[in-house]
């Protein structure tokens, strides 16, 4: 079988401890070991430095230095290889401290070393080390990924909004101007562009919301969701002949204020714009279920046929067409991103024409505060 080569360099002041890893290396069974040897500080960080080997072993004692230091200057210059500390019998606070250091593994040096423990303990570094730069890569990514969205949205904001506040002008002036000379088609025609413009803008104000969500760390504080629920009732200005009703005392939770308020103003937005009659009545309270909040709105509109249940939480995603609402499809997908970052659920229960009923949870470890 032919083995894994694996370049290690030794720094170590002793030459018999050399001697001692050298006959251990010969005898390893899974790796082909090509051990290279320095005996002082500085010699080792100029080594570690040309990045050559798979795996450095670090004498806790090299003279005036130590292994430790040198694992902190390794770290320093970009050292991204597996660093092992060798260190004395008892010495578990330096141990800890290397670790800390960021070594990836250490060994006691002494009798109680063999071949079988200074292999494995090469093997567990570079598989250890190859996680952590993984997951380096992997949140370096990420932080690409969340810049690259949050230019977009810059750009969206500012670089689409601005022409489209511009052919509202337009079309207000237009209006003022020649709409005494424009025919009912003609009219219809710029009722029309008015609608359109509003829906683009209220589209791109959606995906800047919807985009915000997760990205912008909202400072939590506890809430008092009985008393946002009647700001957010306020809000939304509720029309004559449709009714709200708060059936129990919402909870105090520890959450994002604005998240909060995001969820129920949505969720009691949508039961209005659905309703689908100028008379209805939306029910809205919570019960206590197995270390959850479950929250519920119900309402008595239009209600949603069940091959749709998923449909609706996906972003732009509506059940009417575009000339008969002005829907952007961003409100429900906003509302469920906030849910399943607090770690809850978010579902619908419906009857076509006899409304709907939509759940969520929220885990009341939030109101331990």
């Not at 500080?41 to 005036?64: A, C, M, P």
């Not at 103003?265 to 100028?278: C, D, E, T």
């Amino acid at each position: 079988m032919v083995r894994a080569k694996c370049r290690v360099l030794l720094v170590d002041d002793d030459e018999d401890d050399y001697v001692v890893t050298r006959d251990f290396l010969v005898e390893a069974e899974q790796f082909d070991f090509q051990l290279d040897w320095v005996d002082n500080f500085q010699l080792g960080l100029q080594e570690i430095s040309k990045n050559q080997h798979d795996v450095y072993l670090l004498d806790y004692r090299l003279g005036k230095e130590n292994g430790l230091e040198l694992l902190q200057e390794a770290i320093k210059i970009g050292c991204n290889k597996p660093i092992v500390l060798l260190t004395g019998l008892g010495d578990h606070e330096i141990d800890q401290q290397a670790m800390k250091s960021g070594a990836s593994d250490y060994l006691e040096k002494g009798h109680m070393l063999s071949t079988i423990l200074l292999e494995r303990a090469i093997l567990h570094a570079i598989d250890r080390k190859q996680f952590e730069n993984r997951q380096l890569e992997l949140m370096s990514e990420l932080a690409t990924a969340n810049q690259e969205l949050k230019d977009f949205a810059y750009i969206v904001s500012h670089d689409l909004k601005a022409p489209l506040r511009g052919i509202a002008s337009i079309a207000t002036w237009i209006e003022q101007d020649y709409g005494d000379r424009l025919d009912s088609e003609g009219q219809e025609m710029l009722h029309l562009l008015g609608g359109r413009v509003r829906r683009m803008s209220d589209l791109i104000d959606g995906i800047l919301q919807y985009s915000r969500v997760g990205r912008v760390q909202e400072e939590k504080s506890v809430v008092n969701l009985q008393d946002l629920l009647i700001e957010v009732i306020d809000l939304i200005a509720l029309p004559v002949g449709i009714e709200i009703a708060i059936e129990t005392e919402l909870p105090m939770v520890f959450a994002g204020k604005t998240q909060m308020q995001q969820v129920f103003q949505n969720l009691l937005s949508n039961a209005v714009k659905y309703m689908g009659k100028p008379e209805g009545k939306i029910r809205l309270g919570h019960t206590e279920r197995q270390g959850f909040w479950e929250f519920y709105v119900s309402d008595t509109g239009l209600g949603i046929e069940a091959r749709h249940f998923d449909k609706i939480f996906q972003i732009f995603q509506t059940l009417t067409t575009r000339d008969s609402s002005e829907s952007t499809g961003v409100g429900l997908a906003i509302v469920k991103k906030i849910i399943e970052i607090y770690g809850g659920k978010i579902w619908v229960a419906s009857e076509y024409g006899k409304g709907s009923t939509f759940f969520f949870t929220i885990p009341r470890l939030l109101d331990t505060y």
